[in-house]
């Protein structure tokens, strides 16, 4: 481990960040030590504007990636480096202000219904079932499920909170026949050797989720640029829809600020149409 990497990581668990944080931070700020050759701490404010207006003129990245190199970057030199948020006022980052993709009832049955690994379509199905990220459903083990309440339990979310999220009746009976074919107690999505089909203590992994879902896209005929992320989006704004308070839509997704789920109510006309019936109701003595 490289030099700048040990400053990182120990200034980053020290503030409580989650291992996922850590190393997106570490490897951006690794980039820019290939870029230039040379030891973080060796460079200036300069050397680092440079290369931003490299990213921007050469590399033409995009608002979200400038956006996130920018906070991994700034937090290395600010917290390890001992440089000043003032330093880094060189650029403006925006937030970039795009809509999530949203899949319907029926488009996101379609694709479930097309992945043939019965272990990866369950744990989808999951997924859309209570609005968990990729990495929050390979890492749920048979604990963390509430039998009698019906309740999910997710532990060390993003921001390393935990949530607590409700279990549709027909998803707990088929994690629980699901669970009867492997039985493993660490894990509830368990890698199975192709051979013999014996169970391990590895998790399903991300890529093969990832790979497993836009197969099944293809297959379903769904024209959308959709992924397993996509099956929370289109979560979050199915319970708007049917008209679930969206404080509760944001505790189930586990968001810090009502401004992240506020954006749902972009996805869906249902709370316009009802507006437009409210307001034809209070107006119509007029």
């Known amino acids: 481990m490289l030099q700048f990497e040990h400053e990182l990581q120990a200034e980053a668990q020290l503030r409580s960040l989650s291992e996922v944080t850590i190393n997106t931070y570490k490897y951006r700020v690794k980039d820019l030590y290939l870029y230039y050759n040379r030891e973080p701490a060796e460079l200036s404010i300069h050397d680092i504007r440079e290369y931003f207006l490299h990213l921007i003129n050469v590399k033409k990245l995009g608002a979200e990636s400038l956006r996130n190199r920018y906070y991994s970057i700034r937090f290395y030199f600010v917290y390890c480096r001992s440089f000043s948020k003032d330093d880094f006022k060189f650029m403006k980052v925006k937030r970039p202000e795009k809509l999530p993709i949203i899949l ?165 006309n249902t709370t316009e149409i009802r507006c437009v019936e409210l307001l034809n109701k209070l107006m119509s003595g007029l």
């Not at 049955?109 to 379509?121: E, P, Q, T």
């Not at 999951?126 to 083990?141: P, Q, W």
């Not at 009867?180 to 660490?186: Q, S």
């Not at 991300?206 to 992320?229: D, M, N, Y």
């Open 104 to 268: 319907t009832k029926k488009e996101v049955r379609k694709i479930l219904s097309n992945i043939r690994v019965f272990d990866y379509r369950v744990c989808l199905e999951l997924m859309y079932a209570c609005g968990l990220r990729i990495g929050e459903a390979i890492k749920i083990t048979p604990a963390d499920i509430d039998g009698e309440r019906k309740i999910l339990h997710i532990k060390n979310g993003k921001g390393n909170k935990d949530r607590a999220v409700p279990i549709p009746d027909n998803i707990y009976e088929k994690l629980r026949k699901y669970w009867l074919t492997h039985k493993n107690m660490d894990i509830l999505f368990p890698v199975r050797f192709s051979s013999n089909r014996e169970i391990t203590n590895i998790s399903i992994k991300k890529r093969v989720l990832q790979v497993a879902f836009k197969k099944a896209l293809e297959e379903s005929g769904v024209i959308r640029k959709a992924t397993p992320h996509t099956l929370r989006h289109s979560y979050a704004t199915h319970l708007l829809e049917a008209g679930v308070n969206i404080r509760v839509i944001q505790k189930y997704l586990g968001h810090r600020s009502l401004r992240a789920t506020i954006v749902y109510i972009h996805l869906t």
